[in-house]
């Protein structure tokens, strides 16, 4: 069975400073990888994800990931983050099979003046 | 596209009614995902349907939850009785047909069981 762990419950940053958003996966098999935000009271949308190909992936809003098969790791990164970025950040695994998605527990990202 | 339509977007009952949520999936997506979400428990899988059928229901907690999938768009969710435990945000989310696609959410349905 694969598992996502995110480390960090809360990640406080300051308008137009870089962040790092960490994920690790365990899994046996191959597996695909996805990043999710989810707004105040809304549901979740797709920032980006990794399938095969490039480990550099680029996504909506200035988001990239980079998937680290050796170290298992897909962590989500932006250069300078803004006040709208502030959300729920939820990093998910599929091993394929019907694209059921297992996923971490959530950071929440809070962009500070 | 009107995407994935929930409703109600909020319901209050008390503990022992029935309880039902609906799902409307975006037209021609043909898995639909229903999620519960607790500051406790995070994001979990309940159930999911492929082509209308339950494909793996391990996620639902007990018998008092039961999902249905009449047509390709509709689903509900029914909570009976409902106990206070089960207050939580409740997503319903769609796919196309086809590995690794894209989930689209619903905005859920925020259920307080007093």
């Known amino acids: 069975a694969q598992s996502v762990t995110q480390l960090d419950s809360q990640v406080p940053v300051f308008e137009e400073a870089p962040v790092e958003l960490r994920c690790n996966y365990s899994s046996s098999v191959s597996v695909y990888l996805f990043w999710y935000v989810q707004y105040p009271n809304q549901g979740l949308q797709l920032l980006l994800k990794?399938?095969?190909?490039?480990?550099l992936v680029k996504g909506i809003n200035g988001f990239e990931a980079e998937f680290n098969k050796s170290q298992t790791s897909f962590h989500l990164r932006k250069p300078s983050v803004h006040i709208s970025d502030t959300a729920e950040y939820f990093c998910?695994?599929?091993?394929?099979?019907?694209?059921?998605?297992?996923f971490g527990t959530g950071t929440q990202l809070k962009v500070e003046l | 596209d009107a995407g994935v339509i929930q409703s109600p977007r909020h319901e209050v009952t008390e503990m022992g009614q029935e309880v039902t949520l609906r799902c409307k999936p975006i037209?021609?997506?043909?898995?639909l995902f229903w999620y519960r979400q607790t500051m406790m428990r995070g994001l979990e899988l309940l159930i999911y349907f492929n082509n209308n059928v339950p494909i793996d229901d391990s996620g639902m907690p007990e018998d008092r939850f039961s999902a249905k999938m009449p047509n390709a768009s509709f689903s509900t969710l029914k909570i009976q009785p409902s106990e206070p435990r089960d207050s939580a945000v409740y997503f319903c989310?769609?796919?196309?047909?086809?590995?690794?696609?894209?989930?689209?959410f619903g905005p859920g349905t925020r259920l307080t069981v007093l």
């Open positions: 998910a695994v599929s091993t394929g099979g019907g694209n059921k998605l297992t």
């Open positions: 989310a769609s796919t196309r047909e086809g590995p690794y696609n894209e989930q689209f």
């Open positions: 037209s021609g997506h043909n898995s």
């Open positions: 990794y399938l095969s190909g490039s480990t």
